[in-house]
């Protein structure tokens, strides 16, 4: 089974930087493509970012030039960075695997609000 340990949320204010990590367990993972989603209040699940095996990436519209998709094969984990954020990428942060394996994990939390 695949385990995501996601970490790094937290509050920031407007135009400020977070670096959100997700620990990854229990995968081939450096044949995996990844994903970070994220979830507002009383909204829908929403894609963020994609990384390929190779490292190819890609962003939704919202994020593009401002969030960077990354990962470290060795260590087993992809990290994505914020930047510039703004009050509309308040939401809980999920990593997962491409295609999407479950269960998820816990979320972080992200709070922009000044």
């Known amino acids: 089974q695949v385990q995501f340990v996601e970490s790094g949320g937290g509050l920031v204010q407007p135009g400020g930087s977070l670096r959100l990590s997700c620990a990854v367990s229990?995968?081939?993972?450096?044949?995996?493509?990844m994903d970070w989603f994220r979830r507002a209040a009383g909204k829908e699940r929403e894609w963020v970012a994609s990384?390929?095996?190779?490292?190819?990436?890609t962003y939704v519209d919202s994020v593009k030039g401002r969030f960077t998709i990354s990962r470290d094969n060795a260590k087993n984990t992809v990290v994505l960075q914020m930047n510039s954020v703004k009050p509309e990428d308040t939401a809980a942060y999920y990593c997962?695997?491409?295609?999407?394996?479950?269960?998820w994990g816990q979320g972080t939390q992200v709070t922009v609000s000044s």
């Open positions: 229990g995968s081939n993972f450096r044949w995996q493509g």
């Open positions: 997962n695997t491409s295609p999407i394996t479950t269960p």
């Open positions: 990384i390929t095996p190779g490292g190819s990436t």
